[in-house]
T-cell receptor
């Protein structure tokens, strides 16, 4: 089984709908991240969480919210989806205390979201 | 603003040649450096990490770090068409209390 899973893998929705993307990990990592990727723009950080009680905004948090339900689960919500939120969304995890591998991020398979 | 810069490419090399991918970073206290490979529509996967000045080799891949010049590179020897992908450079600060900063990536095309 994959260490970092994302559901759904593909989603088509309409403008104004509320959408939740979910991320689960079995790596035992304490840190989790949400990114979006658009062609030519690279990975852009939306939110990140360094532990269950910690939530931080990234560079493009407007229009998004997150919930860290447990160490292994980190959800991203779009309260009212708009077409320019059409993108590939990635969840990632890392472990602060992995010695030489500290902060190495491991990515989920991604969710392709289309907002019509 | 911490920045990581990469040439977007595409970098085209013939099969069997050495591909050289470069990355510069702005934060002098950066401590850890990572190279990820990303195939189109897929998630980034870690290829190599490097923490000390000099070279680090893993199979056909060599990462090179020069902290004085704030420069990290990835060499791919005996390039194969399957190496065609986008390569992302990522940098971590000394404290480790901020997320990795990713470059926008360099697209590599290996021509058979």
């Amino acid at each position: 089984d994959a260490d970092v899973t994302q559901t759904p893998r593909n989603r088509i929705t309409k403008t104004g709908k509320r959408i939740m993307l979910e991320c689960s990990q079995t790596k035992g990592h304490d840190r989790m991240y949400w990114y979006r990727q658009d062609p030519g723009l690279g990975l852009r950080l939306i939110y990140y969480s360094f532990d269950v009680k910690d939530i931080n905004k990234g560079e493009i948090s407007d229009g998004y919210s997150v919930s860290r339900q447990a160490q292994a689960k980190f959800s991203l919500s779009l309260e009212s989806a708009i077409p320019n939120q059409t993108a590939l969304y990635f969840c990632a995890t890392s472990d602060r205390y992995s010695g030489g591998l500290a902060d190495t991020q491991y990515f989920g398979p991604g969710t392709r979201l289309t907002v019509l | 603003q911490k920045e990581v810069e990469q040439n977007s490419g595409p970098l085209s090399v013939p099969e069997g040649a050495i591909a050289s991918l470069n990355c510069t970073y702005s934060d002098r206290v950066s401590q850890s450096f990572f190279w990820y490979r990303q195939y189109s529509g897929k998630s980034p996967e870690l290829i190599m990490s490097i923490y000390s000045n000099g070279d680090k080799e893993d199979g056909r891949f060599t990462a090179q770090l020069n902290k004085a010049s704030q420069y990290v590179s990835l060499l791919i020897r005996d390039s194969q068409p399957s190496d065609s992908a986008t390569y992302l450079c990522a940098v971590s600060t000394r404290s480790g209390n901020t997320p990795l900063v990713f470059g926008k990536g360099t697209r590599l095309s290996v021509i058979a």
